[in-house]
């Protein structure tokens, strides 16, 4: 494992909440991305942090936002959970130095109801 | 296998067999490729890398070959064993510049290992 914990692992949620999804890491890479993963779509890039408070937008960011407040933490926040949002989330990151291989966390299952 | 709507890719082989898994990639700007294995219930695994200015890299057990004129990648598993049944993705991304780490990844290809 590449030291990337997300939580929570499950969770079940009601159309119209918040919640927010968190990823942590012991490697102190710079990078760190959320993809989301769907049957038929693979894995898309919701957002990704190029270092502290630094986030920019991937290919599928409506709906969603980011904060990174210290280089090992990344949280994804739904702001007002839709049923199209019920997905798997994947928390990555990468090192820049000696390439840019990613790797992923154990991902997060959100159902929203 | 064919791909048929929502329908990954299949390939199901003998233990002890040779696979190979393929993918087409698609932008030939691309310059960095990625295979990653995915077990059910957990996230991507990285398998191997490979740069544009290489067209073969070896791993234990694995062969990554890329062909950049008609823009084809391909996965060789040696001596195919039932740990390695898994949905296996190819990834691609251009480094450098606000496109680094943003991987656009294919489909998946099932692989099924038959003890």
């Known amino acids: 494992d590449a030291g990337i914990t997300q939580s929570p692992r499950h969770k079940v949620t009601e159309t119209g909440t918040p919640v927010t999804l968190r990823c942590h890491q012991t490697e102190n890479h710079r990078y760190m991305y959320w993809y989301r993963q769907d049957p038929g779509h693979g894995l898309r890039l919701i957002h990704y942090?190029?270092?502290?408070?630094?986030?920019d937008k991937g290919e599928v960011s409506d709906g969603y936002s980011v904060s990174r407040s210290k280089t090992e933490d990344f949280l994804l926040t739904l702001e007002s959970a839709t049923s199209s949002q019920t997905s798997v989330y994947f928390c990555?990151?990468?090192?820049?130095?000696?390439?840019?291989?990613?790797?992923f966390g154990e991902g997060s299952w959100l159902t929203v109801v | 296998g064919e791909s048929v709507g929502l329908h990954l890719p299949t390939l199901s082989v003998q233990e002890g067999d040779n696979s190979i898994i393929n993918c087409a990639y698609s932008?030939?700007?691309?310059?960095?490729f990625i295979w990653y294995k995915q077990e059910s219930g957990k996230g991507p695994q990285f398998i191997i890398d490979i740069r544009s200015n290489m067209d073969k890299r070896q791993g234990q057990r694995v062969t990554v070959l890329l062909n950049k004129t008609v823009k084809h990648l391909s996965l060789q598993i040696a001596a195919t064993q039932p740990g390695d049944s898994a949905v296996y993705f190819c990834?691609?991304?251009?480094?450098?510049?606000?496109?680094?780490?943003?991987?656009?990844f294919g489909q998946g290809t099932i692989l099924t290992v038959h003890p």
């Open positions: 942090s190029y270092g502290v408070k630094d986030t």
């Open positions: 990834a691609e991304n251009i480094q450098g510049g606000t496109s680094y780490g943003k991987l656009t």
């Open positions: 932008n030939s700007a691309s310059d960095y």
């Open positions: 990555a990151i990468s090192e820049r130095t000696g390439g840019n291989t990613i790797y």
